[in-house]
């Protein structure tokens, strides 16, 4: 599925068990437990949703979510809160503030994959879809599976999630070290050329024999999915 996942939250357990549960699901997920730090966090990286605690150190659910939408990048990011029961004042600040939809702790693990895909499906529809495709290109989110123009292109783990990454928002262009923290994740220790590597190996599968090349390389900014691959 590969939609990023935010959890602010400072309980570690209940950090550590979403993490579980939801890289189960295939989705990329970095854990913060602070809300200072989360702010400062989402200033470089902007998840696909957040699941935010609403009591934490540093900053306020409440404060960070007023601050998510004032900001142009964040106004329209999905933000599922987590509450503590007998918290329903907060709660109903917090869907004033701006906070798409709540449960309240202890809550059921499927309940909340329901209601994040939820979110997801209104705010990224082309993230829930199992099948993207641009021009001639494929690629298969259930199965893994890359055509193009109707052949199979085996890629390595890697290079798959890669394409699948630039695919979702063609024309967008990603630095080498975005591309780092949504591809490899960012926990990861990895060079930045490392991404010129594995460009230059999902080149190679898939553009093997063809004149039109997916992937714009943009000087001293990084790389995209070329947006004008489809209709050229
Ligand atoms: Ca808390």
Not at 48 to 64: A, Q
Not at 101 to 117: A, G, H, N, Q
Not at 156 to 179: A, D, I, K, Y
Request: glycine content about 8%; aromatic content about 6%; overall charge neutral.
């Amino acid at each position: 599925m590969g939609a990023s996942v935010l959890i602010v939250e400072d309980e570690e357990p209940l950090a550590l068990m979403l993490r579980y549960n939801l890289e189960a699901e295939g989705y990329s997920v970095e854990t913060v437990a602070r809300g200072d730090e989360a702010d400062v966090r989402m200033r470089e990286f902007a998840p696909d949703i957040l699941l935010l605690d609403w009591m934490l150190p540093g900053l306020s659910g409440i404060e960070l979510c007023r601050r998510l939408r004032a900001r142009d990048e964040t106004r329209n990011l999905p933000i599922l809160m987590l509450t503590a029961r007998g918290e329903e004042s907060e709660r109903i600040r917090g869907l004033a503030t701006g906070a798409d939809d709540y449960v309240v702790k202890p809550f059921s693990v499927p309940e909340l994959l329901v209601r994040i895909k939820a979110l997801l499906r209104r705010s990224r529809p082309e993230l829930m879809t199992d099948v993207l495709s641009a021009g001639d290109i494929q690629l298969n989110r259930d199965t893994h599976r890359v055509e193009r123009a109707g052949r199979e292109v085996h890629l390595g783990p890697t290079e798959f999630r890669l394409l699948e990454f630039l695919m979702r928002t063609p024309g967008r262009v990603f630095s080498r070290e975005q591309l780092l923290d949504g591809v490899w994740g960012r926990d990861v220790y990895v060079d930045e050329r490392t991404v010129d590597v594995h460009v230059g190996r999902l080149r190679k599968a898939i553009n093997r024999g063809r004149v039109k090349d997916p992937i714009r390389t943009v000087r001293g900014a990084g790389y995209a999915f070329d947006d004008r691959f489809a209709v050229r």
